[in-house]
């Protein structure tokens, strides 16, 4: 395979900036964006901070008491997460750089692979100069700055798009790769997370260049053949992760079979719990939450029923969509008094979940 020139982008302290675009009067002081649990004042968790808040130690995750505490001599804003607004910023930044690209892969909110070997035709200071561009871009039509990072593959582009941060472009041609993450610890490496650094720690591994010493097999058993592998080539520079064009989805159903014709609600009512709790869990692990849910049913004479229903707010919970469901259903057997072979459970209107589902799990007592 011909050497690739792959384009890691990541928006700075994303939340905090849009917020600071929104208002530029926030610029100079710490900015903390919260997630509130609804559980007390101060419950809940800080989703981002900006670099100035950053300074006095805040970080993503953290109680929100705890970055009071950090920032009680600070004036310091706290806001509450608005993750509507931060949506529609992301995606009129990601539509900018899905221009730029032979392949392009959105991961997060604020964050995204290029393939560029084709533009840049292999060329690495093309590659610099089309990533000049992005960030010009990015800034004159959003006010936003971005880190960028470039490199062979995925993993080194997203370690040189850490390097520099915030507004940081580090470019790694394919010969300094190695010699770019060796001196690095091993947590700096793209899915090395505590557990993993600890086992690592345990073994007497502690830098990437370490971690590119050790036996292949040694790895694999220790870590399992997926990521002993990664481990194993990633600290050697070397991941051959395609850039993954993705269409995003723009709708999730599932229709099933009675196992026989019926008419009643709650006589319908299991098959739906278990439609949508399927339907509920392939939504939410591709990252998404809905505003439409629809319900649809084949009659037994083979004629097809919809009742659909769009809520304000997006429903973001298997008991959300089993009870509007349920509702949906319910009115459309009274409306149509049929006998039902299929039932069918839709959800559209999709909407991209940020990244606080996790955040709790940060959180340390
Ligand atoms: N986010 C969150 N909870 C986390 C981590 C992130 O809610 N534990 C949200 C808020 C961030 C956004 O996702 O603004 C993007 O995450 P990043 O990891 O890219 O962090 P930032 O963009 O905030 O900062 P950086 O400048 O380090 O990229
Ligand atoms: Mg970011
Ligand atoms: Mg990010």
Do not use: W
């Not at 557990?195 to 591994?205: A, C, D, Q, S, Y």
Request: proline share 4%; charged share 30%.
């Amino acid at each position: 395979m011909p050497e690739r020139v792959i384009m890691q982008v990541d928006l700075d302290y994303f939340y905090a900036q849009c917020e600071e675009v929104r208002d530029p009067s926030l610029k100079n002081k710490p900015v903390v964006v919260c997630i509130y649990s609804g559980r007390g004042e101060d419950s809940g968790a800080v989703s981002t901070s900006n670099y100035v808040a950053r300074r006095y130690g805040v970080r993503s995750g953290m109680p929100i008491t705890k970055a009071k505490q950090l920032l009680k001599n600070a004036e310091a804003v706290f806001l509450k997460a608005d993750l509507d607004y931060y949506d529609e910023v992301s995606r009129r930044v990601m539509n900018i750089l899905r221009k730029y690209a032979d392949k392009f892969e959105e991961v997060s909110v604020d964050e995204a692979y290029l393939d560029v070997t084709e533009r840049a035709k292999g060329d690495y200071e093309a590659a610099r100069e089309l990533a000049s561009k992005i960030k010009n871009e990015i800034k004159e039509t959003e006010n936003l700055t971005c880190s960028i990072g470039i490199g062979p593959n995925k993993v080194i582009a997203k370690m040189a798009s850490d390097y520099q941060k915030p507004n940081g472009l580090t470019v790694v041609k394919p010969t300094e790769a190695f010699e770019f993450i060796s001196k690095m610890a091993v947590d700096k490496l793209p899915g090395v997370g505590a557990k993993t650094r600890k086992i690592l720690e345990e073994m007497g591994v502690k830098t990437i260049g370490e971690l590119a010493k050790q036996d292949p097999q040694k790895l694999v058993s220790r870590f399992g053949r997926k990521l002993g592998n990664y481990l194993y080539n990633a600290a050697n520079g070397r991941d051959d992760e395609p850039v993954k064009e993705r269409l995003e989805p723009t709708q999730f159903s599932r229709i099933v079979t009675l196992k026989q014709d019926l008419q009643k609600v709650d006589e319908i009512e299991k098959y739906i719990d278990e439609i949508c709790r399927d339907l509920y869990t392939r939504v939410s692990s591709q990252g998404y939450i809905f505003k439409s849910v629809g319900v649809m049913c084949v009659s037994d004479t083979l004629a097809a029923y919809t009742r659909s229903e769009t809520y304000e707010h997006p429903l973001d919970s298997y008991e959300a969509l089993r009870s509007a469901s349920t509702t949906l259903l319910s009115r459309l057997l009274e409306e149509e008094k049929i006998k039902i072979r299929r039932v069918g459970v839709k959800v559209s209107d999709l909407v991209k979940k940020s990244g606080q589902k996790t955040l709790y799990d940060f959180i340390t007592p």
